[in-house]
């Protein structure tokens, strides 16, 4: 009998980026609350994050990365089938904040919806996306994230964690000769008993908002046990990336860059170290955007591009943890190249 060729699997073909153009530095926070940028600096390795102007919503910012992308693509957005905005901090309760980007981005053909999966959400929703693209359907997927409109501004040990901005993926079908980032594998896992330990639990049907909750500022807090959620990103991202790497049949030492999620420089060092993986290999911009959540492994993602760290031929991880708590890995053969079109509005380094 003759082979058969597996032509099934699909692919990253483009990406596309964006940061608000509002870009405060550390010191501008110890304008508002007692820190400073020596405590944030050493705690964190963040040194600014970019924040969206007045009435730049969830939706703007996520339809601007999406864009972005499919002009990288020179992608008809009326051949996109589905839109799927992976965030944790919605344009409103419903519709989807994935609605309204399709509508902004002209995907006309597309089934549009949102995912809360944490800051791991943009790895569980490319296992969504390749599902589809496998069959022959486009997707956009996007991870974005506006927390500077859920965060309390009042509470130093969450604000200065997070920023703003959005990452796009066209995930297509595999195609001979196209340069992508060809998805060899994705390992994903929840554990919902740790659900309370970090997030935002106010606002929705088990804590309605009150007037008197509102007073009490509840309707923005986020909540987060720092040093739990940072064991926990170590292990579990520890766990993820070895398990991913091992269904592919490949070891760490096969990996040329690691793309991790931007929470906190320790965390990534700390990830680092565990899987003995030399530090040059593994991609960091925590520094210029803080943690952006579900956006940060596309914007890492431009940038390593951007800056000729992937190449063809090699192997690239990324791998994720957060809310949920959740965690996710992805392993990828770099067949060349994507585009890549992005509006960081970085600042001086
Ligand atoms: O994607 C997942 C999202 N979340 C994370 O990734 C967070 C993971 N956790 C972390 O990154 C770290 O736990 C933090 C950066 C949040 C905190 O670092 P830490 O070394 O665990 O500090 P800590 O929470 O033990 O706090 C140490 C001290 C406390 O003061 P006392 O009680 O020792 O007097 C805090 O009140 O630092 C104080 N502190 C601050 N001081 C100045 C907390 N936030 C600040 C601040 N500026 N912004």
């Known amino acids: 009998m003759a082979p058969v060729e597996d032509t099934a699997g699909a692919g990253i073909v483009a990406i ?91 995907a006309t053909r597309a089934v549009a919806l949102d995912l809360t999966g944490g800051c791991s959400g943009f790895i569980a929703g490319l296992a ?115 398990a991913a790497l091992e269904d592919a049949g490949l070891r760490l030492e096969d990996v040329d860059l690691v793309v991790p999620h931007q929470a906190n420089q320790r965390i990534i060092d700390a990830l680092t170290d565990r899987l003995k993986i030399p530090r040059d290999k593994v991609f960091s911009n925590v520094e210029e955007y803080a943690n952006t959540g579900s956006a940060s492994i596309g914007i890492a993602l431009a940038e390593a591009i951007a800056a000729g760290l992937i190449r063809a031929g090699q192997i690239v991880l990324t791998v994720a943890f957060g809310s949920g708590f959740s965690w996710a890995a992805s392993v990828w053969r770099v067949t060349g190249v994507p585009p890549v079109r992005s509006e960081l509005n970085r600042g001086p380094s």
């Not at 390795?45 to 970019?50: E, F, L, P, V």
Request: glycine share 8%.
């Open 128 to 242: 969504l996306a390749e599902a589809r693209a496998r069959l022959g359907e486009p997707v956009l997927l996007i991870g974005c994230e506006v927390l500077s409109q859920a965060m309390d501004w009042s509470d130093r040990s969450t604000a200065v964690l997070f920023g703003d901005g959005a990452g796009a993926a066209l995930v297509m079908p595999r195609e001979p000769g196209r340069p992508a980032f060809e998805i060899m594998n994705i390992y994903a896992r929840t554990d919902g008993r740790d659900a309370d330990i970090l997030g935002k639990p106010y606002g929705g049907t088990r804590n309605p908002l009150t007037p008197e909750l509102v007073r009490e500022g509840h309707h923005h807090r986020i909540v987060m046990h720092g040093p739990y959620v940072f064991r926990n990103a170590v292990t579990k991202m520890a766990e993820a990336a070895q």
């Open 16 to 106: 596309g980026a964006y940061a608000p153009r509002h870009r405060m530095v550390n010191d501008e926070w110890a304008q508002h609350i007692d820190t400073s940028d020596a405590w944030i600096y050493t705690r964190t390795g963040i040194k600014a994050r970019h924040i969206a102007a007045a009435g730049e919503s969830t939706a703007m910012v996520a339809a601007r990365a999406g864009n972005l992308c499919l002009e990288a693509a020179e992608f008809d957005p009326a051949a996109v089938r589905w839109v799927l905005v992976s965030t944790d901090t919605p344009e409103m309760w419903n519709p989807a904040t994935a609605c309204f980007v399709q509508a902004e981005l002209g």
